[in-house]
């Protein structure tokens, strides 16, 4: 595994004012009547620009250095692009459409409805968390997602009594996802799920940015999950439909190999993967090893749910 060392002219994160810094400066200028209020700082209904969203302090620090921006949007696993080479995924996303963009939220709910996207960013709280992510692969990072808790939206779509589990689908478009055809044996669209207790859950967020930003397209644009307690896979990219169902979902990787890729797929040091160890992790771009912690590091948040239930 290589990944490229940025070319000596670009300057590190850490020695340039982080974007969201110079966008909170801005903002309180124009606050202070110091700068007039610009187009760029609007967006949502109230004034606000949907991005960078204010960090919430209490994931404002994941207890390692965040991942430069140039790692973690140049490294990705989104087999729909390229299935084998994590950092040629980047440079095969052009022709995705991402606007408009709809999710269809469907299944045991009383409130079944199909969900734009711009909509739903202005009227949902967005906030910044710092998060740990943690692939199956064993290489992590530390970055600043941009979203809102799950939760906010399946209590706004009222789910009955019978849903016990939320199933994800990713965009299925061959014509703009490369690696489709590429890797045609895969059941295509990427589908994943998660219990509904898992769900509601306050980690789990709706990403719909990344570093103060709209998400990259290599990221999974326009939005995603994020259940930093979870393998990476878990985490499905750029969703346009959420089901509540009564049984637990078939999940992508777990209906391939059941062996190697369990539904729960919690972060555990001490399970190996059949082929590797979980015990360590390589974070990128440096792939220095750390050690892996449970549940990522996440347990106080976490592991209440799980007494005996995981696989
Ligand atoms: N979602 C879809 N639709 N397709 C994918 O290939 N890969 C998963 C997950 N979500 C994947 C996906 C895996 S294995 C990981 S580790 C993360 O996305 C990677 O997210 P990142 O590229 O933002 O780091």
């Known amino acids: 595994m290589l990944i490229r060392v940025p070319a000596g002219w670009q300057i590190p994160e850490r020695e340039a004012a982080p974007e969201s810094a110079y966008w909170n400066r801005r903002r309180l200028l124009a606050a202070v009547g110091l700068l007039p209020a610009s187009p760029l700082l609007r967006g949502a209904p109230d004034g606000k620009a949907p991005y960078p969203a204010q960090r919430n302090p209490e994931f404002a620090d994941a207890g390692r250095a965040i991942t430069e921006e140039w790692a973690a949007t140049g490294y990705n696993n989104f087999y729909e692009f390229d299935p084998q080479d994590k950092q040629a995924v980047k440079d095969k996303v052009a022709a995705f459409q991402i606007r408009p963009w709809t999710i ?3 299944g045991l709910v009383a409130k079944p409805q199909t969900l734009d996207l711009d909509q739903l960013e202005k009227s949902m709280p967005l906030e910044e968390r710092v998060y740990r992510f943690r692939c199956v692969e064993a290489w992590s990072m530390v970055v600043p997602w941009t979203g809102f808790p799950l939760h906010e939206l399946i209590r706004r779509v009222e789910p009955k009594p019978e849903a016990k589990f939320v199933r994800f689908v990713t965009v299925h478009r061959p014509s703009q996802m490369p690696g489709i055809r590429q890797a045609n044996w895969y059941p295509w669209p990427y589908f ?3 219990r509904m207790d898992e769900a509601m859950n306050p980690l789990c967020l709706v990403a719909t940015g990344l570093y103060g930003k709209p998400l990259p397209k290599q990221n999974g644009a326009p939005v995603r999950i994020v259940a930093p307690w979870k ?10 439909k959420i089901e509540f169902v009564a049984k637990q979902p078939a999940t992508f990787w777990n209906q391939l190999q ?16 059949p082929r590797w160890s979980q015990a360590t992790e390589k974070v ?3 792939m220095e090893r ?4 449970p549940y990522n590091g996440y347990e106080k948040w976490v592991a209440a749910m799980y007494a005996g239930k995981e696989d």
């Open 104 to 106: 269809e939220v469907t």
């Open 192 to 194: 994943e799920g998660l």
């Open 231 to 240: 393998y990476g896979y878990k985490s499905i990219k750029s969703i346009v």
């Open 258 to 273: 059941p062996a190697e890729y369990g539904f729960y797929s919690n972060v555990n040091p001490k399970k190996p993967h």
């Open 284 to 286: 990128i771009p440096r």
């Open 290 to 293: 750390v050690a892996t912690l």
